[in-house]
Nanobody, 113 residues
Framework: QVQLVESGGGLVQAGGSLRLSCAAS????????MGWYRQTPGKQRELVAT???????NYADSVKARFTISRDNAKNTVYLQMNSLKPEDTAVYYC???????WGQGTQVTVSS
């Protein structure tokens, strides 16, 4: 069974950077479109970025030019580089594998002002 495990969250000051990682078990990683979502209390989970198996990225308008999604199929890992962080980026960030509809457990990102 495929599992997704996120890491890299934490507390950072506004303007700082963090890199999230999502490590996937199983051999189907390379054929999955992967995504990062985020959620704050009382709000719906929102899409942050996606990346196709071929490496084509797409971003929510709120993070364009600040966040970069990438993947390393050899390591079964997808990354989210977050720069110029803002307090409104504070959320639990989740990794998602679209074709198997599987979520990771989430990692907390807190940006202080």
């Amino acid at each position: 069974q495929v599992q997704l495990v996120e890491s890299g969250g934490g507390l950072v000051q506004a303007g700082g950077s963090l890199r999230l990682s999502c490590a996937a078990s199983g051999t189907i990683f390379s054929i999955n479109t992967m995504g990062w979502y985020r959620q704050t209390p009382g709000k719906q989970r929102e899409l942050v970025a996606t990346i196709t198996s071929g490496g084509y990225p797409n971003y929510a308008d709120s993070v364009k030019a600040r966040f970069t999604i990438s993947r390393d199929n050899a390591k079964n890992t997808v990354y989210l580089q977050m720069n110029s962080l803002k307090p409104e980026d504070t959320a639990v960030y989740y990794c998602y594998a679209f074709s198997i509809r599987r979520w990771g457990q989430g990692t907390q990102v807190t940006v202080s002002s």
